[in-house]
């Protein structure tokens, strides 16, 4: 390998800090004598703050392009990336590299911690009648409203950090629903109590969280795994990729993209899935509200590709 640094192109919000730091640290620990690097990249959703996640006009890629013209013009090797914000398409010449091994791919429902519903086994029927909830995901909106229709949802945008501040000052926002991967990656916890404790500098002391069971809430495709893109030709990045990849979670988000790619491709999709092996069997349950109400379905096939087609022509 080269002695020049390995460059790990990344976002620069605190999220995605922590996974290009987790990527870094595997890298150092697989590759001792390589030097490595983190590239911190702008992207067009980090300046789009104000624009609703939501909405289906927002260009693909919105936080990923910049990192991968990065990685063609050579100005990085390795990209991280949340692996849901990770089009089905990629561009040519690029390719998924790796995918570390999946955290919890649970959703968080955190609300304020003098709400009456507070506690640590709280969930969405225990909120008040007509209650707000905050989120720009379609996914978890459609699943919501399945269970609650009387909530109201309003997107919120912002990073974790954010989010949190939003919730804990703004009164006329009842919950907030974020990934569970996300939070602990930020070493956000909730306590036994449900208190959410972490760094000062990423959470408050004035809110409460809970998981949400997946049997409520099912994640979106990709959710809780970091992915590494590469250039196709990089033998380098390629070689690299190889001792950071988890097999079996990679099988799982292969199929799971599979089925987004054959349901329309869009991140921003009211549609969720969640492949796993079970037994040593590849299984994958979804559900798709582009229909209207709500169509589920289960599907086990040992081609991860083949799994995510059958899943879509099932939901279709």
């Known amino acids: 390998m080269s002695k020049s640094a390995i460059r790990i192109a990344t976002r620069g919000s605190a999220l995605a800090l922590a996974q290009a730091n987790i990527v870094l640290a595997l890298c150092r620990k697989k590759f001792p004598d390589e030097k490595f690097e983190i590239k911190i990249i702008k992207t067009t959703g980090d300046k789009l703050q104000t624009a609703s996640l939501a909405d289906a006009n927002l260009p693909k ?28 398409e990629i561009p040519k010449g690029l390719k998924l590299g790796a ?115 997946l049997d409520e809430m099912l994640p979106c495709v990709g959710q809780a795994a970091i992915g590494v893109e590469i250039c196709a030709t990089d033998r380098q990045a390629a070689r690299i990729c190889a001792a950071l990849n988890h097999t079996e979670t990679l099988e799982c988000v292969t199929a799971e993209r599979a089925f987004l790619r054959a349901m329309g491709g869009g991140c921003q999709l009211a549609v969720a899935a969640y492949a796993q092996v079970r037994k040593g069997r590849l299984h994958m349950h979804g559900v798709s509200f582009l229909k209207g109400a709500a169509r589920r379905a289960e599907v086990e096939e040992p081609d991860p590709a083949r799994l995510g087609l059958e899943l879509a022509r099932k939901l279709s």
């Open 61 to 88: 890629g919105l936080f990923t392009k910049e990192l991968e013209s990065a990685l063609i013009s050579e100005k990085a090797d390795l990209a991280v990336h949340s692996l849901k914000d990770l089009p089905t």
């Open 99 to 213: 995918v570390l091994e999946r955290e919890d791919v649970r959703d968080v429902l955190i609300c304020r911690r003098d709400a009456s519903y507070a506690r640590a086994n709280m969930g969405i029927r225990d909120l008040p009648k007509g209650a707000t909830v905050a989120t720009s995901s379609t996914r978890r909106a459609a699943q919501v409203r399945e269970i609650r229709s009387d909530l109201k949802i309003v997107p919120i945008r912002g990073n974790v950090p954010t989010r949190l501040r939003k919730l804990a000052q703004q009164q006329e926002i009842d919950a907030l629903i974020l990934a569970a991967a996300g939070l602990s990656r930020l070493q956000i916890e909730p306590a036994h109590d449900g208190l959410l404790t972490g760094p000062e500098e990423v959470t408050t002391p004035e809110l409460c969280g809970a998981l949400i069971p």
